[in-house]
Structures are given as C-alpha cells and as structure tokens.
C-alpha cells in the first residue's frame, strides 16, 4: 500500500455557523452580527466562525456563539447538524467548508456583540428571507449599511434551517422547544403560527395536540398569564415523533 501523503491534497478550513432560532413578540425571529471585519464588512451574518485545531465541532458552535453574541447553549435549547456547505467561492479569502448547526429555545436573551462582530440582534426570519436573492458573487469589503443581503451564503443556510425547523414540527414534538417548560395550549399555537407563517384555528388545534399520544402532559396547574380565564398548564411529553403529524397549512 503506497504511504499517504497530506501535501497531494489542497488544505482548506472548517467554519461551524448557526441558525439560531426563537419566537418573540409572537413572530419567528433569528440571531445575526454585523460583521466587523472584512470580507462583508458591515454586512449582517449569521453568527459563527473557524474550528480551531484542538476543539470538535459542537465545542466550535457553543464558543462562537459565546463570544459573538454572548449567548450560551442552555440544557432546555434544541440543537443539531443543519448541513454542510463546501461551494469553493463561498468565501472569498480561502477554500472553506462550513458546517452549519440549528439552535431552537425559548426566552433568549437580548444579545450582545464580541469576537469579530460589531453587533448583534434578533430578526424577523420574514424580513431577512423576503430581502435575500443570493450574494454569493459579492465580497462587500466596503461598509454596506443594512444590505438586503446576509452575508457569504448565509442566505442559503438561513433558508434551509427555517425550513428544517418547520417541517420537523409537523412530525414531532419540536416545537415545544420553542415554549418554557410549562406552558398553555395557546403559547404553543402561537409557536406553530410564528415558525409556518399562518394563523391556526383554536378550537382545531387544541383538539388536536391535546388528542395526539404522548404530545402534552397535564401539570395540574393554570395560569392568567395571557389574560383573561386560567389556562390549563402543560409539559411536554415524552413523544419524539408524532401519530398523526401536525400537517401544515396550504398557504
């Protein structure tokens, strides 16, 4: 067997990125830094950066998302490998593959910027996704304001984390992710309305997540919190997949 040589191969760079996910003021909303550096200087991105030698990628994803936005990976948040995204001009300073991750959680906090990120907020998901038609030919070293477009591929990478979070809400117990340990059949509506965009009738969808198995747990509490009557408290189940799915809306 002929020895293995590392120098017949280019070297290239690894990135994590991150879709981070929440709903406030009832709509679906992302987390995005300006950037403070070139390339894309002053345009806003999703939050990330390079895998350093001795870390793995979720140690990469959990300190980006620290020193950017001052956010920390909760034991209540969702996450997982969204996918990977290795275009050879996705970036314009080297060949860089870039391994995005999906983070979903209730309550975040306001972020603050840090590392190379000049500042930091949470987005209307609609806003960034009805501005971007694709960048990827654009470096933007100069300072580009609020540009309609996110940076590098982030576009691409948002778009796909969007829709990875609202299909899997159909299938599963995800979208209870979203929603603080205990919460009322109406906080979890207004999950579904901000991730798919469409309005559910009440009456409808609380037959149907309260008759599907393994979805809710009664806690035996109420809460006036909305307003109102006392509203039935619930958990979330032990379910991970969900017979029948919660189909979305034609819209």
């Known amino acids: 067997m002929p020895p293995y040589d590392p120098s017949a191969f280019p070297p290239f760079a690894v990135t994590v990125d991150l879709v981070v996910l929440t709903v406030r003021h009832h709509a679906l909303c992302t987390l995005v830094v300006r950037r403070g550096e070139p390339p894309y200087q002053g345009r806003w991105a999703l939050p990330g950066g390079f895998v350093r030698a001795d870390e793995d990628l979720g140690g990469a994803a959990a300190r980006e998302l620290a020193e950017e936005t001052g ?88 778009a796909d984390g969007v829709e990875r979070a609202r299909s899997k809400i159909e299938y599963s117990s995800l979208a209870t992710a979203f929603c603080p340990p205990e919460f009322t059949v109406g906080e979890l509506r207004r999950v579904y309305e901000a991730v798919w965009g469409v309005v559910l009738d009440p009456r409808n969808f ?12 009664p806690t035996g509490g109420t809460t006036t919190r909305q307003g109102g009557r006392p509203a039935q408290l619930f958990r979330a189940g032990g379910a991970a997949l969900l017979n029948p799915p919660m189909l979305r809306p034609e819209v």
């Open 71 to 158: 956010l920390r990976a909760r034991s209540g948040a969702h996450l997982e490998q969204l996918a990977t995204y290795g275009d050879p001009h996705r970036d314009p300073r080297m060949r860089v593959v870039s391994v995005a991750h999906l983070v979903l959680a209730p309550d975040l906090p306001a972020p603050r910027a840090g590392g190379d990120a000049r500042s930091a907020r949470w987005a209307p998901v609609g806003d960034l996704l009805d501005g971007n038609h694709g960048n990827h030919g654009d470096h933007g070293n100069r300072e580009t304001g609020d540009a309609g477009t996110l940076a590098f591929d982030h576009d691409r990478i948002l």
């Open 206 to 217: 609380h037959r149907k997540v309260t008759g599907t198995p393994g979805f809710l747990v």
